[in-house]
């Protein structure tokens, strides 16, 4: 595994440990990759059951003050005042190039409070840039210590049913999409990494051993760990920063516009609002798609694509072999003529050219509870 002696250790790791986890270096931190279901089970109990996911390597980060939607507007295209209590969005910390510094959700808790959930290998360059931006309004960039927890799957709400009733809250009003503090100290949101309903909740240092151990007290949730959470988010389509969207890759050419609302759109206030708007009217040179190869070997991260008269016109970004698709799955950019589904492309692995199409994301149907 390698020397894992420089890496930040989870609050938890001593529970991950005596569960049977083998532990891995990721952005920076040592994170549990399997537990001794493997990874193809935890997979699929995911889908079936319910997944715990220890995501405490993620940041939050509160922002406050009567200047915090102006800084959210200075950072991101984004507009906060137009989110109700409570709701979150997606959204991106962008550079003067248009490249996504940093995939963000942002929830607001009341009319000055808004929490963000950050990237691990991004949180400290994100933070950078909230607080220099905030030195020169009224607003506050304050970031927390929490465990973070994700229970997801389609058994995740029986499950949280319990601990939902002793913070106070019905699991039935809380809608995707949104989030709120059910007492001091604890967040608790309705979204996801895996394309299944499911909770995230983030708790004090000293209540996260009870918070983990009344999860896993329920017979259908297990431990998951993060090489079946990557094979979750692929076939959801959701990207992973670092490798589907980039500091290099822009909004426009990643698929995420819908992001970007009409209104944000007309006020271009956000960082490279420019150039956004003249790649949403005229095109990007490359766009993010879906890619199924033929036959059963997947096609990793860092695979060239080629066209049908051999010319390169894009590359890999993230793949695997789909459980719950049953077949190989990816994710990549190739040349915009060739997005549509079905495009033939050949991909480069081992030093031949191997079949593969263009196909349409997500490949597993999304479960989200949005009634």
Known sequence: MGDTTSLKTLPLEELHTASGARFGGFAGWNMPLTYPLGVMKEHVHT??????????????????????????????PIDVTKLNEGQSKY????????????????????????????????????????????SALNCTVSPLDRVLLAIQGPQAADVMKSLAADLGFSVDELKFMHGFEPKQGWFVTRSGYTGEDGFEIAAPLG??????????????????????????????????HGQDITESIDPVSAGLTWAITKAVRETAAFPAAAKVLELIANGPEKRRVGIKPEGRQP?????????????????????GFGPSAGFPVA?????????????RLFAEVRGNKVPVDVHTLPFTQPRYHKG
């Open 91 to 134: 959204t991106f910390l962008m550079n003067d190039d248009a490249g996504i510094i940093d995939d963000l959700i942002v929830t607001r808790l009341g009319d000055e409070r808004f929490m963000i959930v950050a990237n691990a290998g991004n949180a400290d360059v994100d933070i950078a840039h909230f607080q220099k931006a905030a």
């Open 207 to 240: 209540d996260a051993q009870f918070l983990a151990k009344a999860l896993l007290g329920d017979a259908r949730v297990a431990w998951i760990g993060l090489a079946a959470r990557d094979s979750l988010r692929l076939e959801a389509g959701l990207c992973l």
């Open 47 to 76: 889908r079936e059951q319910a997944g715990l996911f220890d995501i405490s390597h993620m940041k939050l980060i509160e922002v406050s003050g009567s200047d915090a939607a102006a800084l959210f507007a200075k950072l991101c």
């Open 331 to 343: 994710m990549g950019y190739v040349r915009a003529d060739l997005k549509e589904p079905g495009a």
């Open 299 to 319: 096609v990793r991260a860092g695979t060239k694509l080629f066209d049908e008269a051999g010319s390169e016109i894009g590359e890999i970004t993230s793949g």
